[in-house]
């Protein structure tokens, strides 16, 4: 298995020399050999520290995203786009949390459509975009940093339900020039997906502050 820099994964085992267990994620940040056999990962704890920065061999890890994309239009997967999302009929809604220290904070939010086309939202490793990939949402174990549980209610599946189509996908860009959310929208109203302090976040109304951010449309 070839991973790419930036790429996302997850430890295939527990890796105790490091303190690390079965399933935490992390990212590609270097390639250490030419023969993609080794990589230096990051990981990065429920504070937003990197709590790992070290070399891992390819067996121990497995890749859960394609690697970003250019970031002047933040990180994407290559298989979609936001415009995928435009006119589509969600199967589907789930989102991703991490449960630590009696704090629930989002991960992901993942729609299926019934087209079978799966758009995954999330914070870009960057600390600021945005990231659109595909791939698959499940509950898993963090060891000594919590769990991560996948709900099906609440914002924003209550805009994103079964059956509703999205009308309308606007990509939010800072003044960097980087795409740091979405506002989407479908017949049952409007709900906002950005990342904001390298921490995603899922709501109805755009706070003030984030709003002062954007690039006018």
């Known amino acids: 298995m070839t991973l790419e820099l930036l790429q996302v994964v997850r430890l295939a085992r527990d890796v105790p020399e490091f303190g690390l ?7 590609v940040v270097d390639l250490l050999r030419g023969d993609g056999t080794a990589y ?15 070399a891992l061999s390819a067996a121990d890890l497995v890749a859960e995203a394609a690697p970003a994309e250019t970031p002047s239009t933040g990180h994407l997967d290559r298989a979609v786009k936001w415009s995928d999302l435009l ?17 629930t904070k989002p991960l992901h939010v993942g729609l299926t459509f019934t087209d079978g086309l799966i758009i995954t939202l999330g914070a870009a ?3 600021q975009s945005l990231q659109l990939a595909s791939e698959h949402l499940r509950d898993y174990d ?11 209610h609440g914002t924003p599946c209550d805009v994103l339900a079964p059956g509703e189509t999205i009308r309308r996908a606007h990509p939010l860009v ?13 017949d049952a ?14 709501e109805r109304e755009l706070p003030s502050v984030v709003r002062e951010a954007l690039v006018p449309a």
């Open 21 to 27: 267990r079965a399933g935490t994620v992390g990212t």
């Open 40 to 54: 230096e990962v990051e990981v990065v704890g429920p504070d937003g520290r990197a709590v790992f920065l070290g």
């Open 87 to 103: 006119g589509r009929t969600v199967a589907t809604c789930r989102v991703e949390e991490h449960v630590f220290d009696a704090r």
């Open 125 to 127: 490793s960057d600390g």
């Open 142 to 152: 963090m060891g000594e940093y919590g769990v991560v549980n996948v709900r099906e």
């Open 174 to 186: 800072d003044e960097d020039r980087l795409t740091i959310g979405l506002h989407i929208t479908s």
């Open 189 to 202: 109203g409007e709900v906002y997906v950005y990342n904001w302090g390298d921490e995603l976040f899922i």
